[in-house]
């Protein structure tokens, strides 16, 4: 399935923004992000009939934000984050899906404003620490995910040119392959891999690695992708194009793909999932 992401719809539902998409013709949803509404899951479940939902990390939208950290060495951010998690899990189970996925951790703490863009410099966590208490968390989430019929995918992170200037260093869990696979090692095979092409796209240019030999070296573990394009700065959710740097290195015989691309109109991203759909050949 290609699914589309509601995260370039901040300023709606995840309800409004699947009524949206499937007025254009898009009945394959993943939630993600949107305001906060009371009556979410009940508008949700009304249109199952019709749509067909993924969960995707800051999902369900909590009423008070937080910031999800299963790294963070703060135990309220830690159970704040597992208890988001395993509510989401719910939710995936209860509408039907049996897939939740979520962004691995941070060697610090970043505020609810700073997510997906320039992060202040502090003092960060010991890493080899930070990948340990990461680890614990996700086998305890997956033992919660499996009594629920549900797998887990994590996603890699996004290391841009300004957060590494920033801090001289990598302070994200999981954006070189090595640390995806060091995770997949000590999971079950419960856990796979979300690979975001365009997280994958920036963080090799910001560490000078090949995102090519990532997705070779990951390849056993990779359940899923988010597709988007950027310049390979940031994280800039652009539309995908016939030319996009991944199309030959991608599996293209998975169930689950999501276009996470914003700023363009629902028909717009039901013309680009007719382009992912023809790139995989799926249609």
Known sequence: MIYISTGGFQ???????????????????????????DSLFSDLKSITHKARFQIHNYFPPPKVPIVLNLASRDSVIASATIEHIKS??????????????????????PKV???????????????????????????QI????????VKILIENNVLSANNYFNFKSNPFLMAEAHECIEVMRQTS???QLLVDVAHLKVSAKSLSFDPVDFLVNCNDWIGAYHLSDNDGTRDSNEPIRNDSWFWP??????????????GITPAELALQRDLAARQLGKK
Request: proline letters at 1%; charged letters at 20%.
């Open 113 to 139: 404003e700073e997510l997906g863009k320039k992060v202040q410099p502090r003092a960060l966590s010991d890493r080899f620490e930070a990948l340990s208490l990461f680890i614990d968390r996700v086998n």
């Open 11 to 37: 300023d709606k539902t995840a309800y409004q923004a699947s009524e949206n998409l499937l007025n254009a013709g898009c009945s394959d949803i993943e939630l993600s992000a949107g305001t906060f509404s």
């Open 249 to 262: 290195h991608i599996k293209s015989d998975l169930d689950y793909y999501s276009l996470e691309i914003y």
């Open 88 to 109: 989401a899990i719910q939710w995936s189970a209860e509408l039907g899906q049996s897939v939740y996925s979520f962004h691995a951790g941070f060697l610090m703490d």
């Open 142 to 149: 997956d033992c919660y995910a499996q009594v629920h019929g």
């Open 189 to 191: 095979s419960n856990v």
